[in-house]
């Protein structure tokens, strides 16, 4: 089992959809969480840490639930500027802050 | 945020050979990492790279092919030895920032290609 799994999509929307990504992580002792953003070619960008109050940052709303060791994204209205590779990426702690990686997902947001 | 910079940002090099890739940062980081991202590939951490002392590698990856060096707090090289196709990729480095741990800022990267 991977240790981040998630959906590689694509996800193909028209614009203004609303669109989640999931993802789940293997291990218990994880204890930081982050969505990042990955345009083609381009290096990861941070879009959101994830609490486990879950948090908000304009359209984007990020969830943690800890028992079910999962982890979600929600794009309200999209854009096409949203259009991306979503990573999600967990942080264990006491592992030398090692991040790893999910696969991403794809999100395309169409006219 | 910091303002981070690899060099080269791309390069093409014949198997055999060895790149050296520099990282720099222009704000006070606690920790360097260097990753690799093959083709249609997530990231995968090679190493953290270690002021002063020897990285910490990843399983999978050795010293003698990916030597680090980390000199001062906001400098570290990663040189690709002996070269083969297999090793085209993107190498990026991150840093964790003095005012903002546990969140890792990326560089933008370095296009390799092996011929």
């Known amino acids: 089992r991977k240790e981040v799994e998630q959906d590689p999509g694509p996800f193909n929307v028209p614009e203004g959809a609303t669109v989640a990504f999931n993802c789940t992580y293997s291990n218990s002792a994880s204890q930081s969480f982050f969505w990042y953003r990955q345009d083609c070619r381009k290096e990861p960008k941070l879009l959101m840490s994830v609490y486990s109050s879950g948090n908000e940052d304009g359209r984007f709303t990020a969830q943690l639930n800890r028992a079910s060791q999962y982890i979600s994204l929600l794009i309200r209205d999209s854009k096409l500027s949203d259009s991306a590779t979503y990573l999600c990426v967990v942080n264990m702690l006491g592992g030398g802050n090692k991040l790893t990686f999910g696969t991403g997902t794809q999100l395309k947001v169409e006219l | 945020s910091a303002v981070i910079s690899q060099k080269p940002s791309r390069d093409i090099c014949q198997r055999g050979t060895s790149l050296t890739i520099q990282c720099q940062v222009d704000?006070?980081?606690?920790?360097m990492f260097w990753y690799r991202q093959q083709p249609g590939q997530s990231l995968t951490l090679i190493a953290t790279?270690?002021?002063?002392?020897?990285?910490?590698?990843e399983s999978g990856f050795v010293i003698d092919k990916f030597p680090i060096s980390r000199p001062n707090l906001t400098f570290s090289t990663l040189t690709v030895s002996n070269m083969s196709p297999e090793d085209s990729s993107i190498y990026l480095c991150s840093v964790e920032l003095a005012d903002s741990r546990e969140t890792q800022y990326f560089g933008p990267g370095t296009r390799l290609l092996v011929l």
């Open positions: 704000s006070q980081v606690t920790m």
């Open positions: 790279a270690n002021q002063g002392s020897e990285a910490t590698y």
